[in-house]
């Protein structure tokens, strides 16, 4: 059964940066595509930004040119790199592995999931 823990969460004010890490065991790394989701209060799971075995990556409209995904196989660890944060980038935000069709599969087509860290950013 595959694993995976997120860190590197916190509270920042609005224009700060933060480094989310996920790390994943128990499972083939490489093969698998890589997503962060995120979930503000009252509002749906919203794919952010995903990087397949291929590295091919994408973005929400919302993060484009803010937010960066990468992964590290040699660390079975994925990244996202938060710059310029808004206040409307405050939510949980989960990392998910799965063998996905699409940069912009949904969450039925992920396996793994993290329990979630939270960030929260201040005005």
Not at 96 to 121: D, H, K, M, N, P
Request: aromatic fraction near 12%; include cysteine; hydrophobic fraction near 35%.
């Amino acid at each position: 059964q595959g694993h995976l823990v997120e860190s590197g969460g916190g509270l920042v004010q609005a224009g700060d940066s933060l480094r989310l890490s996920c790390a994943a065991s128990a499972f083939t790394f490489g093969t698998y595509g890589l997503a962060w989701f995120r979930q503000a209060p009252g509002k749906e799971r919203e794919l952010v930004a995903t990087i397949d075995r291929l590295l091919r990556t994408a973005y929400a409209d919302s993060v484009k040119g803010r937010f960066t995904i990468s992964r590290d196989n040699n660390k079975n660890t994925v990244y996202l790199q938060m710059n310029s944060l808004k206040p409307e980038d405050t939510a949980v935000y989960s990392c998910a592995a799965g063998f996905i069709r699409s940069l912009y599969s949904t969450v039925s087509e992920y396996t793994y999931w993290g329990q979630g860290t939270q960030v929260t950013v201040s005005s």
